[in-house]
């Protein structure tokens, strides 16, 4: 039986989307945010730079993760396929990339907070509407492999 796939953009809308269930806020909201001249970028900077180094270090535990199954197994292909039952979003689901994305997430709310509405950018949007741009595709790619973001709301309506 073929192995149903999802288009990798329709993960990240979907993905996107899926703030919206939690957020009090339903104004409508710009799919896409062009933040050049607000104080988003220098952090936008940033957390490329660390989802890269985060994405480097999820491929290479996930390339060992295989190879140790090829060990055990000396198949390449069920060595794969064990491995992703065991972790079936991927790579993605690697503690460094979690991390990076819950510090940013929270970093644009706290930097959304001192701004006015006009300059605020939802963290979805954020980390991942932002990479969907031929020079983060590679980023925007792997994160929209996320089955859901790693953060929560508490009962004040606050990012946690």
């Known amino acids: 039986m073929k192995e149903r796939t999802v288009d990798w953009s329709s993960r990240a809308e979907s993905l996107m989307r899926a703030v919206s269930d939690l957020r009090l806020d339903t104004s409508t909201r710009p799919t896409r945010y062009d933040f050049d001249n607000t104080r988003h970028t220098a952090l936008f900077e940033q957390y490329v730079g660390e989802l890269r180094h985060a994405k480097a270090w999820a491929d290479s535990w996930w390339t060992s993760l295989i190879k140790m199954e090829v ?26 990339v979690i991390a990076v994305v819950r510090k940013y997430w929270l970093e644009c709310v706290a930097m959304n907070a001192e ?15 932002s990479l969907l741009c031929p020079a983060h595709e590679e980023l925007a790619r792997f994160l929209s492999s996320l089955p859901y973001w790693p953060i929560g709301m508490d009962a004040d309506g606050r990012w946690v």
């Open 71 to 96: 060990q055990r197994t000396d198949n390449p292909t069920i060595a794969k396929q064990l491995v992703k039952i065991r972790n079936p979003v991927g790579p993605v689901a690697h503690g460094s």
């Open 115 to 129: 701004q006015p509405a006009a300059e605020q950018v939802p963290p979805e949007q954020f980390l991942l509407g």
